[in-house]
């Protein structure tokens, strides 16, 4: 499929730590809103993101939307029960190899950004929800093409994103039968070097 539709997805999907006074003072949906501007404008002004330098793009997802994803919990989702089997540092290098995918998977998709419009679909939710969706589609010359957005609540009350559907199909769905084939095969740690050696061949083998 064609990349140009995930615009503002590898920019969401990473994950920090870190507490945002943005994140708990906004709605999901004004807080989806506001972080796709902030990385689109971003993108559209940096000519280094525009030629697909990872460095650049690895950047902008860093400053603009790190704080607003739980890229662990998407990982979780995505491993499945095999998760809770894992070691610690087992979940982490999990979680940093799948990041790394999805980086170099999607990254010129970031660099493709220019006059794409995204438009933002009447949010529906109740005042206790604490899992919703955001739903929008991306016009690429007038051709709309769904994108949605799917965040839960913390503790603290801050809104994380943590799955994508892109065109009818959402992201840990979509890698969860991958990852399911790689730890039936050789378990967690063969799924682990899956993705290293997958992330080598994708970055030239640096």
Known sequence: MKKFWLIPVMAFMTYTAAGSAMAQALAPDALVKQTVSDVMAAAKSDPNIQKGD???????????????????KTTQLTTGRAWATATPQQREQLTN?????????YAGAIAQIR???VEYKPFRAQPGDTDVAVNTSVLNNGQPLELDYRLYKTASGEWKLYDLNVLGVWLVQNYRGQFAEQINK???EGLI???KARNQQLSGGK
Do not use: A, V
Not at 60 to 71: A, C, G, Q, V, Y
Not at 97 to 105: A, G, I, N, V
């Open 193 to 195: 070097q899956f993705l």
């Open 186 to 188: 050789n378990g967690i």
């Open 97 to 105: 190899e799948f990041k790394k995918l999805l980086l170099y998977t």
């Open 54 to 72: 990872l460095n650049s793009i690895t950047k902008l997802i860093e400053t603009k939307i790190m704080p607003h994803s739980d890229f662990t």
């Open 115 to 117: 006059d794409q419009q």
